[in-house]
């Protein structure tokens, strides 16, 4: 997916994205849509690092794949969260083959981190994973604090965002300024999309 040696950014803890913690949009978005976890969901999350949202997600889920590019990190993951429901797993997103088995996806900066042309793979890859009717949620970073050849991570626009999603998803909900680490703050936004067909 990436020409980026992620384990090795891992090894050498070049990692400005690791912050100990999940998200802090997280628990706000979880309470804030109970609707969503109610019938325990089979959730998929990719690029999941450390897998502190993870961590966080899987006492609300049926079934949890946690999904990232390097080993590195997925191996500390399963020692900082060893919840039965989680299935840690290295693969790459634009490969993983479980068409419609979920009905909730929680991106965190997975999307971010992709090379541009690839987006559309993106799209293509969630909606094939997602069930009709299922939800991609999470936090979408807008404005990284560099220049956009300097990526990742990459920045993007909601109009960006609106013409890649919007012919196979709707989108349920925009919540701009979300609760969220230091120095972010005015530079991301937590969306709903909900798959079409």
Known sequence: MSAIDWDARYRDGETPWEKGMAHPALPFFVSKHPELFAEKPRLFHPGCGYGHDAG??????????ALDLAAEP???????????????????????????????VWEHTCFCAIPLNRRPEYVRAI???????GFLTGVFFLEPDHLPEEGPPFGVTREELNQLFAEDFELIEDLPNPPTYEGRENRETVMIWQKRI
């Open 74 to 104: 997925i191996a500390r993951a399963k020692a900082l969260y060893p919840a039965p429901n989680i299935h840690w797993e290295v693969g790459d997103l634009f490969a993983w083959d479980e068409p419609g088995k979920y009905d909730l």
């Open 127 to 133: 909606h094939a994973l997602l069930k009709t009717g």
């Open 56 to 65: 966080r997600l899987a006492p609300l889920c049926s079934e949890l794949t």
